[in-house]
T-cell receptor, first 113, second 108 residues
């Protein structure tokens, strides 16, 4: 079984709809992250959380919100989706070690029409 | 200027060749760097860390040049399975910045 799972894997929605992307992990890590990936722009950090009571904005948090429901769960919401939020979204976890290695989920491909 | 910049490629090289690519970073105070590998339509995975003294792992060598603010990745005796996109990462205490990646294609 995968250590980091994301649901849904693919989603097509319309402008203005509310969307939630979910992430679960079995690695026991405290740190969790949400990224989006766009062609030519690489991975950009949206939000991150270092424990259940900690939420921090990343580079591009506008238009997004998150919820850390438990150590193992971190969800990303788009309150009112817009077409330029069409992207590949990755959840990741990391350990608090010298490399702070990021372990990524398989990604969610979101299309906003 | 982007905080982390990479040549997008693609680098198209024959199997068995040696290939190298660089990644430049803008923050002179950055301390920790990494290379991740991302296969097509898959998630990124850590390839190796980049230490000040250099780091070698089998056919892969990563180096850091602080004076010129770049990191490099060298792949020797390239295999078909090395075809992927390679992302460099600048990890500081308050930020994690991914480059947009360099695409490598190994041909038979």
């Amino acid at each position: 079984d995968a250590d980091v799972t994301q649901t849904p894997r693919n989603r097509i929605t319309k402008t203005g709809k509310r969307i939630m992307l979910e992430c679960s992990q079995t690695k026991g890590h405290d740190r969790m992250y949400w990224y989006r990936q766009d062609p030519g722009l690489g991975l950009r950090l949206i939000y991150y959380s270092f424990d259940v009571k900690d939420i921090n904005k990343g580079e591009i948090s506008d238009g997004y919100s998150v919820s850390r429901q438990a150590q193992a769960k971190f969800s990303l919401s788009l309150e009112s989706a817009i077409p330029n939020q069409t992207a590949l979204y990755f959840c990741a976890t990391s350990d608090f070690g010298p490399t702070d290695t990021q372990y990524f989920g398989p990604g969610t491909r979101l299309t906003v029409l | 200027r982007k905080e982390v910049e990479q040549d997008p490629g693609p680098f198209n090289v024959p199997e068995g060749a040696t290939v190298a690519f660089n990644c430049t970073y803008s923050n002179s105070a950055s301390q920790s760097f990494f290379w991740y590998r991302q296969d097509c339509r898959k998630e990124p995975k850590l390839l190796m860390s980049v230490y000040s003294s250099g780091n070698e792992d089998g056919r892969f060598t990563a180096q850091l040049n602080r004076a010129s603010q770049y990191i490099s990745l060298l792949i020797r005796d390239s295999k078909l399975s090395d075809s992927a996109t390679y992302l460099c990462v600048d990890r500081s205490a308050s930020k994690i910045i991914f480059g947009s990646g360099t695409r490598l294609s190994i041909r038979p």
